[in-house]
């Protein structure tokens, strides 16, 4: 993970210093903008592996000599079927047309991301007082 954070963090530099010159030379501000906010970006992700990779073992990609087979192995849990990330795109696309054709739809597609929020955070919390 170490090595995923400093290249994040290369790109990070790349994109600002393509910011600055591209801010001076064209004096747009909607391009100079978004350039600031993927050097932004790529910054945080950057960040966020490099201080991921300290607090975890040093996995098989971080090992010049490893082989192919090192990481080999369970990545972790993904849940096999879950209906909460439906629920989640149905209340962000009715969010998206209520910031198009009107501001009352918000009131319906506000609940409807909260629920899905909600049930894919506990989808499977048992409770504290549970072993299973």
């Known amino acids: 993970m170490k ?27 909607v391009g100079t903008t978004a350039l ?14 490099v201080f991921t990779a300290r607090r975890v073992d040093t996995g098989a990609q971080d090992n010049k000599e490893a082989e192919v087979a090192d990481d080999a192995g369970e990545l972790g849990f993904f849940s096999p079927h879950s209906w909460q990330p439906l629920s989640l795109a149905i209340g962000g696309a009715l969010a998206f047309l209520g910031v198009v054709l009107d501001w009352w739809l918000l009131y319906f ?16 919390y048992r409770g504290a007082d549970q072993n299973q």
Not at 4 to 26: D, E, K, N, P
Not at 114 to 123: A, C, D, S, T
């Open 3 to 29: 090595i995923q954070g400093h290249m994040f963090g290369w790109l990070a530099a790349f994109i600002l210093v393509a910011a600055i010159v591209y801010g001076y030379w064209s004096k747009e501000p």
């Open 36 to 49: 600031f906010l993927a050097f932004g970006l790529a910054a945080m992700i950057g960040y966020y592996l």
């Open 109 to 124: 597609s506000i609940p409807v991301i909260l629920v899905g929020i909600y049930g894919w955070v506990f989808e499977y």
